[in-house]
């Protein structure tokens, strides 16, 4: 049982590290996209 335990707890700090890395990732995309825009309607 305490295996499982630490099983699912490796786990969610995995998809927490995940969700970190998307989460820079969507933002320097974001960034990118809003200087696009702004390079295009200048």
């Given at each position: 049982m ?6 699912i707890?490796?786990f969610?700090?995995?998809s ?8 820079e ?12 825009e ?5």
């Amino acid at each position: 049982m305490e295996n499982l335990l630490q099983n699912i707890e490796k786990f969610l700090s995995f998809s927490d590290e995940k969700l970190a890395e998307l989460s820079e990732k969507n933002q320097a995309l974001k960034l990118q996209e809003t200087k696009k825009e702004r390079g295009g309607h200048a």
